[in-house]
């Protein structure tokens, strides 16, 4: 495997259900990213981790909980979603976590919650 | 706060035939500014950025990107389109201190056709 992948590829949940999005660089980065993409809206930046300490948690709801055991994988667990949470989720890596890096994305998980 | 506008959702343009791709930002401090390129089902992949020195950016495809600091514009352009390019591309800012949170546009379509 090359580059960043992130499984499952589409997941359909139910609003009590648990679930957990696994992303994996093979990029040997130090930081890596969770965004949320809608349609028609920009995409949203939720949590940043830096050698697997989080740096930023951009007001995001406490149903959504990440992980970050090792510099190459993160977890976004999800916990009794809402509809409106359907989405793409994309994961990123890159170098060292700054201004300059170029962040490496995943294909994305596309997210259904009835 | 920093903020990007990609006035086009949609560009739609013949093969062979120029394209320019607007992109404005907003910030009040001084920024990175970021080319992605999101083709169907797939990541984002970054085309070009503009970290310091001369203000007229090349890329990867063929694409290029000026910056304008007195306009804050950031437009992306290519003199010869190809059916490969139809994809998605965004335009994204970041802060040049502290770790790296780009700040995307909603996206501008670019729709290449015979």
């Known amino acids: 495997e090359t580059g960043v992948t992130q499984t499952p590829r589409h997941l359909v949940m139910g609003m009590t259900n648990k679930k957990s999005l696994k992303c994996e660089q093979h990029?040997?980065?130090?930081?890596m990213y969770w965004y949320k993409q809608s349609a028609k809206k920009p995409l949203e930046l939720m949590f940043v981790?830096?050698?697997?300490?989080?740096?930023e948690n951009n007001s995001v709801p406490s149903r959504f909980s990440p992980e970050c055991p090792n510099s190459s994988h993160l977890f976004l667990h999800l916990h009794t979603l809402q509809p409106e949470d359907s989405a793409l989720y994309l994961c990123?890596?890159?170098?060292?976590?700054?201004?300059?890096?170029?962040?490496?994305f995943g294909p994305g998980t596309r997210l259904t919650v009835l | 706060a920093q903020s990007v506008t990609q006035l086009d959702s949609q560009v739609p343009v013949f093969e062979e035939a120029p394209v320019e791709l607007r992109c404005n930002y907003s910030?009040?401090?001084?920024?990175?500014l970021f080319w992605y390129v999101q083709y169907p089902n797939q990541g984002l992949q970054l085309l070009l950025k503009?970290?310091?020195?001369?203000?007229l950016v090349k890329g990867i495809n063929g694409f290029e990107a000026e910056f304008n600091k007195s306009q804050t514009s950031f437009h992306l352009r290519k003199p010869s389109v190809h059916i490969s390019d139809t994809a998605e591309y965004f335009c994204?800012?970041?802060?040049?201190?502290?770790?790296?949170?780009?700040?995307f546009g909603t996206g501008t379509r670019l729709l290449v056709s015979p």
């Open positions: 910030s009040s401090v001084s920024v990175y």
């Open positions: 994204a800012v970041s802060v040049i201190s502290g770790f790296q949170k780009l700040v």
């Open positions: 503009y970290l310091s020195g001369s203000t």
């Open positions: 990029l040997g980065h130090n930081a």
């Open positions: 990123a890596s890159s170098q060292g976590g700054g201004g300059t890096d170029t962040q490496y």
């Open positions: 981790y830096s050698l697997e300490e989080r740096v």
